[in-house]
Structure formats: C-alpha cells, structure tokens
C-alpha cells in the first residue's frame, strides 16, 4: 500500500472511516484461559492486508479468553461498565484484568505488521473515561491524527477509570459508539462497522440467519438474541446488535458476517457495495426512516 494510497479523504478534508471488530470468540478459544486461536487471526490479518484499500480503517477486537475471568473476579460486569457503586475497585484485579486483555492485543497487532498493515495501537484508557460506565471525554486526537496519515488504529476491550465506580470496562462495541460520536468535531466520520464473529450473522430464535434488520424487525430480532455461552462480560451478540443499531440511527451501516469463512473480510473490504445482505446481517435502518436522519 504506497502513501498516496493511504488515508484519502473528501475534497472537503473530510475522512471516511469503517470499523472492524474481530470478536474474541474467533480470534481465541473462550473456553481455555488466554488461548490464540492462530490460525484465525493470521488469516484476518492478512485479509485485511488484502482487502483494505488505504481508507480510513480501525480495527477493534475482543478479549475472549484474556480478560474476561479476570474482570469478573475484579467485580467488573456487563457491556458499558462495572457494577461497583463507589470509589472502592479492586485496583489489582483492574490491572490483571488490563494486563491480560493487553497480551492478545499485542498479538493482534503483531499479526496485522507481519501481514503489511501499520497498525497502530490505540488502547481506549489512554483516550477516554467513564462516568457510570458510559464512555465520556474529548474528541481523540491522536487517534484522529494516525487516522490522518494512514495508520491503522487498532483498538480493544479494555478497563477505564469510571469516575463514578473507580473503573469500569468499555467493550469494543463501547468504544466505537464512542468513536462515532467523538470523531465527528475532528472532521472524521464513521460510516460502516463491520462485526466478524463466529456465527454465520445474526440468528433468529431458531438457529436462522437474519439477512436484514431495520426498524421493522429490530425488537423481535433483538429478544432472540443471546449472550455469550462462555464467561463474558460484555454481553454477547446482544451487546454487539444494540450497538450496531445505535449506529444505524446514527445512518452507519452494520454489516455482521462469519469470520470464519476464509475470503468473506478481504471481499467485504475490497467491494462495499459487492456483498451485503448475501454476506451476513446487514443492519440499517429503513428507507423511511433513512429519510427522517
């Protein structure tokens, strides 16, 4: 990818961005404590290398099995934060739990190096906090910069000091509601998230894809969908659906695919128009209410 390639932007300076989520489900094994699945991540690495075609990208991922236990035992729970009322966290069970979440980190983003992507780490403690686990602070500067001259940010689940609970986790999902909102003053502004897990998309309460979900389907699709059945503290594809939602009335478009079929992330990146609903979930609001955005 040359330099002229990267980080292009609208006439106006304006940078259009996607986001990627690589769940901790398909990149590790959530049944064995801090286990890679490596294979899966090689591969998405390199389709990402194949598929990105210099525009303005940031890559999230899960924690899977390295975090998880640990922010459990720390008394931290569920998608937006912690459940602990006050001041009193269990300060070494927030570092083990950072700690672990950070050794997959840093194997993701070896992973996308090695396959020819300048990926760049951008931890969410380091550009945001929380007030009663909903993510708060300034636009994220250096994160818009390193946007700006081609970097890949990557991010993750991560703990963040909560100035109502001490510390609370922000999920990924968190963390990009987050971006899509903070990035806006900074001439930024997010236009698709694509979510890879492993399922074949969003499924309905029997075990079939949803290709579609609008405002027509939203409430049935969302009750059949479920959390984890491994330890997480995150919330699942429930968490993962109520974000993408939240962003489809933001007018970003969610795309929910299988990562585990090889090809499908590369043809995505490369083709935004080329695979849709055949591809997964695809989740927008409807034509009417597309018009009243």
């Given at each position: ?22 769940g ?20 998405l690495a ?26 459990r035992?720390?008394?931290?729970a569920g ?5 602990r009322?006050d ?37 969410p403690?380091?550009?945001?906090t ?16 390193a ?11 991560d ?12 999920s990924t999902?968190t ?14 502004e997010?236009r698709?998230a ?12 029997a ?19 479920g959390?984890?059945?491994a330890?997480?503290?995150?919330g ?39 695979e849709?609903e ?16």
């Open positions: 990818m040359s330099a002229a390639a990267a980080g292009r932007r609208a006439p106006d300076g304006r940078l259009d961005v996607t986001l990627v989520k690589l901790g489900s398909l990149i590790t094994d959530k049944t064995k404590p801090r286990t890679v699945a490596k294979e899966h991540l090689r591969r390199a389709e990402i290398a194949a598929g990105w075609s210099g525009d303005g990208l940031v890559v999230g991922h899960g924690s899977g099995s390295f975090g998880h236990p640990e922010a035992a720390a008394g931290l998608g937006g934060g912690g459940d009322p001041l009193d966290v269990d300060r070494m069970g927030v570092a083990r739990t950072q700690s672990a979440a950070i050794e997959l980190h840093r194997q993701v983003v070896g992973s996308l190096v090695e396959a020819g992507v300048p990926a760049y780490s951008q931890l403690s380091g550009f945001l929380a007030c009663d686990g909903e993510p708060d602070g300034p636009p994220p500067a250096p994160l818009a910069a946007l700006r001259q081609g970097l890949v940010p990557v991010t993750m689940g703990v963040v000091v909560d100035r109502t609970r001490g510390a609370s986790i922000a999902e963390v990009f509601d987050f971006l899509a909102r903070a990035l806006v003053p900074l001439g930024i997010v698709r694509v979510w890879l897990g492993a399922t074949a998309g969003v499924l309905d309460g075990g079939r894809l949803v290709p579609r979900i609008d405002a027509a389907n939203i409430g049935a699709v969302s009750e059949a969908a959390g984890s059945p330890v997480d503290v995150t699942g594809m429930e968490h993962r659906l109520a974000t993408a939602w939240a962003l489809a009335r933001r007018g970003v478009e969610s795309l929910i695919i299988d990562g585990r079929r090889p090809g499908l992330l590369e043809s995505v990146l490369r083709q935004p128009d080329g849709a055949s591809a997964g979930t695809l989740v927008r609001p409807s034509e009417v209410e597309d018009a009243r955005q």
